[in-house]
């Protein structure tokens, strides 16, 4: 490891600051990002433009799961370059069917509907449990009705901050669309009580990403799953973050055996290099939908054909669900053996961890000031959580360092007081 850790506390470099600057004076202010700013990348790690190394430790909140420019999806990529990158959907391009193939093996699903970014996939997904519920289920027109769980994180659009329970997310975006049941995640009993004749879907994290790595009791899934099947729901699972790779599965639910009737896929699907997402149905539901009822001009297109396929072909190789399994149960047990005055709960699973900080430790942001200056990219959720979510290529001793420069950074700020 080369990375830089003489650099005096606080310093932001000229260059750094330069281009902070310039991004605040013509940007929105719609994200705080930590001050750094990337310049290259490989694998677990990246340089900034001052030339200092850091291990990312977020991976793109897991859109990085198999690292920075994994030279099989690279070269994907590249190939596709340079023979035809988009069609739109109004022709058919000799990637599609391959694509759709692929991605129908993986998730064992009978079809594939591609889209872009995680929020689109789960929009998708609702549209299609409410056409499934009046086409299939017979719920009397515009009543469909959804159940969603408190702390979720399904992305930005207006219908789904419209069922956030984050007063950041939502307030002054209203008003919102109608149909949606909030119950607290990880309980069956309130979730099952939540549903009506009408209800056409229930939507859900297997494991909370941005509420902090939040992992439901177990036998919660399979409960979910047996309500769904009772009542004749959909279980939309949303494994935009928790998917591919990153719990030490191909997907979360697979840790209970669930299989929920519609997965929703994004962020590692574009193998770090493009936006990717998608669903994946069996024909009964993915069926409801006809031409001209959904899409998207760039869903589907053969440079995110080309790259997903190669992102399958990494995760049918089982080798980054087992990495991350077994170096997921390293950095548990090392974050689960901090001082407990530093470190409160420690949530997650595989390579993914929720750090909460202790009663009277400073504020997770100020912790990740502290690990950026330390050489390791990590971001705070809430006031007192810190999410390390490394790419799957991460190595034991890269992760063993990170730690020992989470301890570090935590005592960094307690003493500084
Ligand atoms: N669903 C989940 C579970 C997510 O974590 C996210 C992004 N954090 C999204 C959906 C939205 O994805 P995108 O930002 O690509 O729209």
Same mark, same amino acid.
């Given at each position: 490891?080369?990375?830089?850790?003489?650099?005096?506390?606080?310093?932001?470099? %000229?260059?750094?600051?330069?281009?902070?600057?310039?991004?605040?004076?013509?940007?929105?202010?719609?994200?705080?990002?930590?001050?750094?700013?990337?310049?290259?990348?490989?694998?677990?790690?990246?340089?900034?433009?001052?030339?200092?190394?850091?291990?990312?430790?977020?991976?793109?909140?897991?859109?990085?799961?198999?690292?920075?420019?994994?030279?099989?999806?690279?070269?994907?990529?590249?190939?596709?370059?340079?023979?035809?990158?988009?069609?739109?959907?109004?022709?058919?391009?000799?990637?599609?069917?391959?694509?759709?193939?692929?991605?129908?093996?993986?998730?064992?699903?009978?079809?594939?509907?591609?889209?872009?970014?995680?929020? $689109?996939?789960? $929009?998708?997904?609702?549209?299609?449990?409410?056409?499934?519920?009046?086409?299939?289920?017979?719920?009397?027109?515009?009543?469909?009705?959804?159940?969603?769980?408190?702390?979720?994180?399904?992305?930005?659009?207006?219908?789904?901050?419209?069922?956030?329970?984050?007063?950041?997310?939502?307030?002054?975006?209203?008003?919102?669309?109608?149909?949606?049941?909030?119950?607290?995640?990880?309980?069956?009993?309130?979730?099952?009580?939540?549903?009506?004749?009408?209800?056409?879907?229930?939507?859900?994290?297997?494991?909370?990403?941005?509420?902090?790595?939040?992992?439901?009791?177990?036998?919660?899934?399979?409960?979910?799953?047996?309500?769904?099947?009772?009542?004749?729901?959909?279980?939309?699972?949303?494994?935009?973050?928790?998917?591919?790779?990153?719990?030490?599965?191909?997907?979360?639910?697979?840790?209970?055996?669930?299989?929920?009737?519609?997965?929703?896929?994004?962020?590692?699907?574009?193998?770090?290099?493009?936006?990717?997402?998608?669903?994946?149905?069996?024909?009964?539901?993915?069926?409801?939908?006809?031409?001209?009822?959904?899409?998207?001009?760039?869903?589907?297109?053969?440079?995110?054909?080309?790259?997903?396929?190669?992102?399958?072909?990494?995760?049918?190789?089982?080798?980054?669900?087992?990495?991350?399994?077994?170096?997921?149960?390293?950095?548990?047990?090392?974050?689960?053996?901090?001082?407990?005055?530093?470190?409160?709960?420690?949530?997650?699973?595989?390579?993914?961890?929720?750090?909460?900080?202790?009663?009277?430790?400073?504020?997770?942001?100020?912790?990740?000031?502290?690990?950026?200056?330390?050489?390791?990219?990590?971001?705070?959720?809430?006031?007192?959580?810190?999410?390390?979510?490394? %790419?799957?290529?991460?190595?034991?001793?890269?992760?063993?360092?990170?730690?020992?420069?989470?301890?570090?950074?935590?005592?960094?700020?307690?003493?500084?007081?």
């Amino acid at each position: 490891m080369t990375q830089t850790t003489d650099r005096p506390a606080s310093a932001v470099t %000229p260059t750094t600051e330069h281009e902070l600057e310039r991004a605040e004076a013509h940007s929105a202010h719609n994200y705080h990002p930590l001050p750094v700013v990337v310049a290259e990348a490989e694998g677990a790690w990246v340089t900034d433009v001052d030339g200092k190394r850091y291990l990312d430790m977020l991976a793109g909140y897991s859109a990085l799961n198999f690292g920075h420019r994994h030279p099989a999806l690279v070269e994907a990529a590249k190939q596709q370059l340079d023979r035809v990158t988009l069609t739109s959907r109004a022709f058919q391009h000799d990637g599609f069917a391959a694509f759709c193939e692929d991605l129908s093996r993986l998730t064992g699903k009978q079809a594939v509907l591609p889209m872009n970014t995680g929020a $689109e996939a789960v $929009e998708t997904a609702l549209k299609l449990a409410r056409k499934w519920g009046y086409d299939v289920k017979g719920v009397p027109a515009d009543t469909a009705h959804i159940v969603v769980a408190g702390e979720n994180f399904h992305g930005r659009t207006i219908a789904i901050v419209g069922f956030s329970t984050d007063p950041d997310a939502r307030d002054g975006f209203g008003p919102f669309a109608p149909g949606f049941t909030v119950v607290p995640y990880g309980d069956a009993e309130a979730l099952a009580a939540a549903i009506t004749p009408s209800t056409v879907g229930v939507l859900l994290e297997p494991v909370q990403g941005e509420a902090g790595v939040v992992v439901p009791p177990k036998g919660y899934l399979t409960a979910v799953r047996d309500i769904c099947t009772r009542e004749r729901v959909l279980m939309l699972a949303d494994e935009v973050q928790s998917g591919l790779g990153r719990t030490g599965h191909t997907f979360a639910c697979d840790a209970e055996g669930v299989v929920p009737d519609v997965y929703v896929m994004g962020k590692a699907l574009g193998g770090g290099i493009l936006p990717v997402s998608g669903i994946a149905a069996d024909r009964d539901v993915m069926d409801v939908l006809h031409p001209g009822q959904h899409g998207s001009t760039f869903g589907g297109n053969p440079l995110a054909c080309a790259v997903a396929r190669a992102v399958i072909a990494l995760l049918e190789t089982g080798e980054p669900q087992a990495r991350s399994r077994e170096l997921g149960e390293h950095l548990h047990a090392r974050l689960r053996a901090l001082p407990s005055d530093l470190v409160g709960e420690v949530r997650g699973v595989g390579l993914w961890a929720g750090v909460q900080l202790a009663d009277g430790m400073p504020r997770a942001r100020l912790v990740c000031e502290r690990l950026l200056e330390r050489g390791v990219l990590a971001k705070d959720t809430h006031e007192h959580t810190i999410r390390l979510a490394p %790419p799957l290529v991460v190595t034991r001793e890269e992760l063993d360092w990170a730690v020992d420069q989470l301890e570090a950074a935590i005592l960094d700020d307690a003493s500084r007081g």
